[in-house]
């Protein structure tokens, strides 16, 4: 075992901080709190080093650099508050790739853009997008979350109509597809400014072609999204925690630095435990996923839980330590926790996380039991 | 990055295990008393394990060891827990004094204790407690006064553990006073057998006593003195962060856990019928494992490469202390009246619920660990 970074991915992060901390960020306290999709500055930034390849398989114009590659790109996204265009590219990439879909593929290299959406309805039922059978495909109707405003491929995770019926418990392998739409298809409309961004589908027909199972090898696809989102989160909680630290450490009351009083020293050391506890959970399961573990469907369950319970916990805890500033466009910490009312849910509630390996955990247990 | 366990690691923890395994090892276990306060079947185990150099194989040939690399003890620390070795013994004796000397010992030092300790014939106690010192070293009050070609020690020291098994004692005290707290402070090795100390038990919620040991004017020679006399604190600050790797907490923490889903899988024979609730905090409590777990051989690699990380092994520390103490107040609760009426398991989580408050105490308290990390706070991001 050997945890520390490897100089490539080292010289990796540098070179992504230096062109990240040039992205222009979203100016004002109100509305969305990043660019995303095609207008992202990140997006640019990416495209210079080259980071839409980084993942691709060589056959395709790729890089091959594996998921660490990709999980750095994305906690560097998170470190700067940055709009996140890199995941939905890379997730409709894998998907491809697994479903052999290569056409796909040359469509992502040739620079076509993409949106994902509804991947909250990938842990346990609830509002979504449902699909029917209709002639030559599918019918999708619902209105979802999508990570841009605007793209030339919708990728959204739907559901089949009445299908969320019995225990959700333990299951990782769920009912339920990826379809691909077509900018231009008739019967969805991007809903208003807002933030986060929403699509409302009405009877939209998507070819069968375009609609892939959530199932198979398609599966490790959704783990790999599920860390870059991991790592993705785990970025938003270490910025805005340095945001805090710095602040801290200028601000004096009471005679000393703010920092240096234990009431917010003590919550900033807790933040950094569980960030540097949940760096691990991430780098573990995006080096399992590069290296082929067994483990990776639950490695990728418990980094995407954790990251987001951390950045939860820090998002309260780095605004109260930066006090009425924060709340201001004086200090940057307020783009963060604009992020996590957000981005800790986008692919799931946590809890619905932690349920499905906890169950996972007992039913080894038990099968172990029964063997012995 | 490599998360995963070599080759070469694995066939050697595999051949710990088969040592481990064997007839005389597992006699030498079943021969120990249900309660937690040693005695001479504890010895005897001690070493049949010293005998098979599965004490500190780590540790350089000439002080006793196998001279494998530094990693590899903490393999043998897993595997002799995971095995039912009790660990108190091993974790003070070797990993917290036997690590220390090998830092900040001279030769002689390690020549004199290293290879008695990696036979399994001697034990060693940490003394640095008094009844008004605790995290505090700095307002220690016991003294050493200079005698001829040594020292005189006079004190109190508590909360001590196995001392009554203790040939040595590392024990701190002051020979003088300077312009800090910490000055003044001097660290000795001190033979348990020398006229003038009393051991005497504590008794504790736990099944393990503390011990009281009463120094009244016992007589230390000079060459047992660690560094200089005055150096004592400078010393434990090298030391203390080795010591502080979180893995013998993690080690606890995995051994209640798993009792307490041995229980559960009793009681849910259909995953499904668990509560939500319980799901999840099964759930975080794996991630919270797995973390602990990689935080500690983070601080490990760190020693093997030559780097010892402070903020990293506070980490390490409180994370496995605090995971500890929460997992064992929980699974305090998991028997049912009929396990717990059988024991057997239930009776491991009782005890692991009394013993759940000196975890986040012992080797440095969590809220020391967050003045630690908290003092770093401008270098403890750690992303790359």
Redesign the interface.
């Known amino acids: ?6 100089p490539f ?2 010289h990796l ?2 070179a992504l901080r230096v062109g990240l901390a040039g992205a222009a960020a979203r100016p004002g306290v109100r509305g969305a709190p990043v660019l995303d999709g095609p207008a992202s500055p990140a997006g640019s930034v990416l495209a210079e080093l080259s980071a839409p390849h980084f993942e691709l398989p060589s056959g395709h114009g790729g890089l091959e650099l594996g998921l ?1 590659a990709g999980a750095t790109v994305s ?1 560097e996204l998170g ?1 700067a508050a940055c709009g996140n265009p890199y995941r939905a590219q890379a997730l409709v990439a894998d998907v491809a790739w697994s479903a052999n879909r290569p056409d796909v593929l040359d469509d992502l290299r040739a620079g076509a853009t993409v949106a994902a959406a509804g991947l909250e309805c990938l842990t346990g039922p609830g509002a979504g997008v449902t699909a029917e059978h209709a002639d030559g495909g599918i019918e999708l109707s619902g209105t979802v979350t999508a990570d841009a405003a605007s793209a030339d491929v919708l990728a959204v995770s739907c559901h089949w109509r009445d299908s969320w019926k019995g ?1 959700w ?2 299951s990782v392998s769920q009912p339920v597809v990826l379809a691909l739409v077509p900018a231009g298809t008739a019967g969805y409309k991007w809903l208003g400014d807002g933030w986060p961004h929403a699509v409302q589908l009405s009877g939209v027909v998507v070819a069968q072609k375009d609609v892939i199972p959530w199932d198979g090898p398609v599966l490790g696809a959704l783990a790999k999204a599920r860390i870059r989102q991991a790592a993705y989160l785990l970025g938003l909680a ?1 910025g805005m ?2 945001e805090a ?1 710095r602040y801290t ?1 200028a601000r004096r009351q009471f005679g000393s630095k703010l ?2 009083l ?1 009431g917010v ?2 919550p ?3 933040a ?2 569980s ?7 991430v ?2 399961a995006a ?2 996923a590069d ?1 082929g ?1 067994a483990d990776l469907p ?1 490695a990728s ?3 995407l ?2 990251a987001a319970e951390t950045l939860i916990e820090i998002a309260r805890t780095a605004m109260q330590a930066c006090g009425g500033h924060g709340m201001t466009t004086e200090l940057a910490v307020h783009r963060y926790y604009r992020l996590a009312v957000a981005e800790p849910y986008r692919y799931g509630k946590p ?1 619905e ?7 996972a ?3 080894r ?2 099968t ?2 029964k063997a012995s | 990055m490599e998360f995963g366990f070599s080759a070469a690691e694995e066939e050697f923890r595999a051949r710990i295990r088969g040592e481990l395994r064997g007839p005389e090892v597992r006699a030498a276990l079943a021969d120990l008393p249900d309660d937690n306060v040693g005695g001479p079947e504890l010895r005897r185990l001690h070493l049949v394990l010293g005998e098979r150099n599965l004490l500190a194989p780590h540790w350089p040939v000439e002080y006793g060891g196998l001279g494998l690399p530094f990693n590899l003890g903490g393999i043998v620390t897993e595997e002799l827990v995971r095995a039912g070795v009790p660990e108190t013994l091993h974790i003070s004796t070797v990993q917290i004094v036997g690590q220390f000397l090998l830092v900040i010992g001279n030769h002689e030092h390690k020549l004199r204790h290293l290879p008695p300790i990696a036979r399994g014939e001697h034990f060693v106690s940490v003394l640095y407690t008094e009844p008004d010192t605790g995290c505090d070293i700095g307002s220690l009050t016991t003294v050493a006064e200079p005698d001829g070609d040594g020292f005189r020690l006079t004190g109190t020291k508590v909360f001590s553990l196995k001392t009554q098994m203790a040939d040595y004692s590392l024990t701190a005290a002051r020979t003088g006073e300077g312009d800090t707290r910490y000055a003044g402070i001097t660290l000795f090795m001190v033979d348990m057998t020398t006229p003038g100390i009393r051991v005497s038990p504590i008794p504790t919620i736990w099944d393990e006593p503390f011990y009281r040991v009463d120094l009244d004017g016992a007589f230390v020679p000079s060459d047992c003195v660690l560094g200089r006399p005055g150096e004592g604190w400078a010393l434990l600050s090298k030391g203390l962060p080795i010591e502080r790797n979180g893995l013998d907490y993690y080690l606890k923490a995995e051994r209640w856990f798993g009792t307490a889903l041995g229980c559960l899988a009793e009681q849910y024979p259909d995953p499904g019928a668990a509560d939500d609730g319980l799901l999840e905090l099964i759930g975080r409590n794996c991630a919270s494992l797995r973390a602990s777990h990689l935080l500690a051989w983070d601080v490990l690699g760190g020693i093997k490469a030559g780097k010892v990380d402070e903020t990293a092994a506070a980490v390490a520390r409180y994370h496995a202390g605090e995971l500890a103490g929460s997992i064992a107040r929980w699974a305090g609760s998991v028997p049912t009246a009929a396990q717990r009426s059988a024991g057997g398991q239930a009776a491991v989580l009782e005890e692991g619920y009394l013993e759940a408050p000196g975890v986040t105490l012992s080797a440095g308290t969590s809220e020391i660990m967050l003045q630690l990390i908290a003092a770093a706070l401008d270098r403890a991001g750690q992303e790359s």
Request: hydrophobic share 45%; net charge positive; charged share 30%.
């Open positions: 075992m050997d945890l520390r970074p490897d991915q080292a992060r540098r660490m906690e470190r225990s418990k333990g270490a925690t340095e630290v450490g920092r240096d234990q020293g003590f900033l050391a807790r950094v435990i960030l540097r506890a949940t760096r691990m959970l780098y573990r080096w399992l290296a573990g639950t369950l418990e980094a839980a954790a809890a996380l932690w349920r499905q390996v906890g169950a955990r007992l039913a247990e038990l172990g039991q």
